[in-house]
C-alpha cells in the first residue's frame, strides 16, 4: 500500500455504482456493461513488491489498496487496462483487470472505471511479453519461441480464449497485434532473428510476396507480408503502426487499402550510428511514448537518444550531457522528452537538440548506487548480477501520460509523480510500505 506525501490534492468522491444492464434500444454511446463511466481519466498506479503484492493507487483520491500477491514477478507490463505480470522462473503469465481504462473515439475519449479482478494466468517457459491491439491481446514466450493469441474481448470478461498460436525457435523476439494482423519475429535455429511475418489471428501465415527492401523509405505492397530485420531491438506501437528496431533503422507496419499488412524501412541518416573502434553502435533500444501518439523516444547506447516521427517517417538523433537509463517521447505540445538520466535525475529534454531544458535532483541515486554495488549487498531482495534474479534497475519504469511522469525509486522505496512541463517540478511523492520493484500506470 502507498502513503502520499508532499502537495496532495483533495479526495474525489468514490466512483458511482456500475450502471445496471440496459436494454438495447435504451444503450447510450459508450455503455460498457458493468462499469461507471466517468468524466475524466481513472489513473491508477500499479506497483509489485519485493514480497509480490500488487497494489493499486488511485491518483485521484490517493487511495491505496494491496489487490493480489504473486509469486516469484520478473517483469511487469500494461496496455492501459490490464496488468501483465510475468515470473520467469514457473513461466506463469498472471492477467489482472485495474478496472481503469480509457478508449480513445480519436475526437473524443470515454473513460471508465470497474471492481478491479484477476482474469487469470496462461503457462509458458520463460518470462512472457505481452502487446494488445484492437480485439487481440498476443503473448510470446521467448524461452521456447512460442506465441499465443488472445481474444482481448473476452478479457473483459474475465475469460482466456486462445484464438492461435504461433511456433518458432527460441529467441528475443515479441508478437504484436496491428490492425486484422498479428506481426511475429522470425528467428534462426540459434535464435538470431532474422525478419517480421504477418500471421492472421488463428495463427495462420500470411501469403507472401517479395519482402521489403532495404532502402531508407520503400514500401512492401500489400502482398508483402514479411520482411528483413536483424538485429531487433524493440518493438512499440504508435496511432501510425507498429514499429520494430532493426540494425539499420526501423520496419513501420502499417494497413494498406485492402486490410493487409503493409512493411515500411525507415533507415537512419547516414553516419549516425557509427562507433569507435571496440564502442557499440548507437542503434535504438527501449521504445517508449506516450499512448496514442506518433513519436516514440528510444536510448542511443551511451550517447543519447533517438526520437522516431512515425507520421513523418523520420529519426533525430538527440546527444545528451549523461548517458540515459530511461527516455520517453511526452510528444506533446511542446514535444517534451522525458529521460531518467544515469546520476538518478529525471530531465526534460529539448525534442531538438537533446539540452537539458530543466532537471530534478538525484532522486533514484540510492538505486543506481546499489545497482552498481560490487560486492552485492546480500540483504538487497534484488540482487543485480544474480541470474536467479533482475537487475534492481529492469524493475525500474518512467512512465508519461499528458501532463506527469512517474517512476519507482526501488531502493528509495518512493514513486514520484513528476510534472515534467513545470521544470520538472516533483509534484508528488508516495511512500511505499516495501520496495516498488516494478510500477506501470493503468486508466489511459
Do not use: K
Not at 75 to 85: E, I, K, L, P
Not at 225 to 233: I, K, M, N, P, Q
Not at 354 to 376: F, K, R
Amino acid at each position: 500500500m502507498l502513503t502520499v506525501a508532499g502537495c496532495a490534492s483533495s479526495p474525489t468522491d468514490p466512483a458511482t455504482p456500475a450502471t445496471p444492464a440496459a436494454t438495447e434500444s435504451s444503450v447510450p454511446h459508450g455503455y460498457v456493461e458493468g462499469a461507471s463511466e466517468e468524466t475524466e481519466p481513472q489513473l491508477q498506479i500499479a506497483t509489485v513488491d519485493a514480497a509480490g503484492s500488487l497494489s493499486l493507487l488511485d491518483l485521484l483520491s490517493e487511495e491505496s489498496a494491496e489487490f493480489a500477491t504473486l509469486d516469484g514477478i520478473t517483469a511487469v507490463s500494461t496496455d492501459g487496462r490490464y496488468v501483465f505480470a510475468s515470473a520467469a522462473e514457473s513461466g506463469e503469465l498472471s492477467i489482472i483487470d485495474s478496472g481503469t481504462w480509457t478508449v480513445d473515439h480519436e475526437d473524443h475519449s470515454h473513460y471508465y472505471r470497474a471492481t478491479p479482478s484477476e482474469v487469470g494466468t496462461i503457462d509458458g517457459e520463460g518470462d512472457a511479453t505481452v502487446h494488445t491491439g484492437g480485439a487481440i491481446t498476443a503473448v510470446f514466450f521467448a524461452d521456447s519461441g512460442e506465441g499465443i493469441i488472445l481474444d482481448h474481448e473476452a478479457l473483459g470478461d474475465g475469460e482466456i480464449t486462445e484464438l492461435g498460436t504461433i511456433s518458432g525457435a527460441p529467441h528475443e523476439g515479441a508478437l504484436v497485434p496491428f490492425g486484422g494482423s498479428v506481426i511475429a519475429t522470425e528467428a534462426s535455429a540459434d535464435g538470431t532473428v532474422t525478419g517480421l511475418r504477418a500471421y492472421s489471428p488463428d495463427g495462420t501465415a500470411a501469403e507472401t510476396g517479395d519482402s521489403a527492401g532495404s532502402s531508407a523509405s520503400s514500401s512492401a505492397g500489400a502482398a508483402d507480408a514479411a520482411v528483413e530485420c536483424t538485429g531487433f531491438s524493440g518493438t512499440i506501437t504508435t496511432n501510425v503502426g507498429a514499429v520494430f528496431g532493426c540494425d539499420d533503422g526501423a520496419v513501420l507496419a502499417t494497413v494498406a487499402a485492402d486490410d493487409t499488412v503493409e512493411f515500411e524501412r525507415i533507415a537512419y541518416p547516414a553516419g549516425t550510428i557509427d562507433a569507435a573502434p571496440g564502442a557499440a553502435p548507437a542503434t535504438a533500444t527501449a521504445f517508449a511514448s506516450r499512448p496514442g501518439r506518433p513519436t516514440v523516444a528510444a536510448l542511443a547506447g551511451t550517447t543519447g537518444a533517438w526520437l522516431l516521427d512515425t507520421r513523418e517517417r523520420t529519426w533525430t538523433r538527440l546527444l545528451t550531457e549523461v548517458p540515459l537509463l530511461r527516455v520517453v517521447a511526452a510528444d506533446d505540445r511542446n514535444g517534451n522528452v522525458v529521460a531518467l538520466a544515469s546520476d538518478g535525475r529525471i530531465l526534460v529534454l529539448d525534442p531538438a537538440t537533446g539540452a537539458t531544458v530543466a532537471a530534478t535532483e538525484p532522486l533514484l541515486a540510492a538505486t543506481i548506487a546499489a545497482a552498481a554495488a560490487d560486492p552485492v549487498d546480500p540483504a538487497n531482495p534484488v540482487r543485480p548480477g544474480d541470474p536467479a534474479t533482475p537487475s534492481i534497475l529492469d524493475g525500474v519504469n518512467l512512465t508519461v501520460d499528458d501532463s506527469r511522469a512517474y517512476v519507482n525509486a526501488i531502493s528509495e522505496g518512493l514513486v514520484y509523480e513528476i510534472d515534467y512541463a513545470d521544470g520538472a517540478r516533483v509534484a508528488r511523492t508516495f511512500e511505499a510500505p516495501d520496495i516498488p520493484l516494478f510500477l506501470v500506470e493503468t486508466g489511459r
